[in-house]
């Protein structure tokens, strides 16, 4: 069975019970109300550690005079990350280098045996391989990390998204600290 707002809330509240955490009658319409909140915070806290892969996807885009708008390409559940990202233009198996500064991208000198980009703010721009930016056009796959949507939740990390659901539903300061503690001792909170 897939897992739902309701049904997650619902073993959120079991679990806070079992440990001895007081919750009130209204946790679970709180709880379900936090649940984009929820799983933002657990896709960004995996898409920081060294699991980022189990939390990316391959979103296909399409560049053009150059540039690619995340913002406005359907790929708003996309967190980005250039060091952990990695963008393939057209057919090829070799992704495009990483270069931090627009200004590097322009002038730079770069070899034009391979594609390069630049990420500021929700902008990808492309250096072709003709040495110009506003020349690419076309297909452009990028695999990066996303905010899952609760039916995409791997049963793997569905103990830690009850744990982040309890941490933004209760505002108990108790369950923050026990997330934290765990993650302090190394321990992959949440992890069945």
């Given at each position: 069975m897939a897992l739902t707002d309701q049904l997650a809330a619902q073993r959120t509240y079991v679990m806070l019970r079992q440990r001895g955490i007081p919750v009130d009658a209204n946790f679970i319409a709180r709880a379900i109300a936090q649940m984009p909140d929820a799983l933002e915070t657990l896709c960004k806290r995996i898409a920081s550690s060294n699991d980022f892969h189990n939390g990316q996807k391959?979103?296909?885009?399409t560049a053009?005079?150059?540039?690619?708008?995340?913002?406005?390409?359907g790929a708003d559940t996309m967190l980005f990350d250039p060091f952990k990202a990695r963008v393939f233009v057209g057919a090829s198996d070799d992704p495009a280098v990483y270069i931090e500064r627009m200004e590097t991208l322009k002038n730079g000198g770069l070899p034009n045996d391979t594609y390069h980009f630049t990420h500021r703010g929700q902008k990808l721009t492309f250096l072709n391989i003709d040495g110009q930016t506003n020349t690419l056009a076309g297909a452009v796959k990028v695999t990066a990390n996303y905010i899952w949507a609760i039916g995409e939740v791997p049963r793997e990390y569905y103990v830690e998204l009850f744990e982040t659901l309890a941490e933004l539903a209760s505002g108990d300061p108790r369950i923050a600290a026990m997330n934290s503690a765990s993650a302090d001792r190394g321990v992959e909170v949440g992890r069945v």
């Open positions: 391959d979103f296909d885009l053009a005079a150059g540039r690619i708008d995340l913002g406005a390409s």
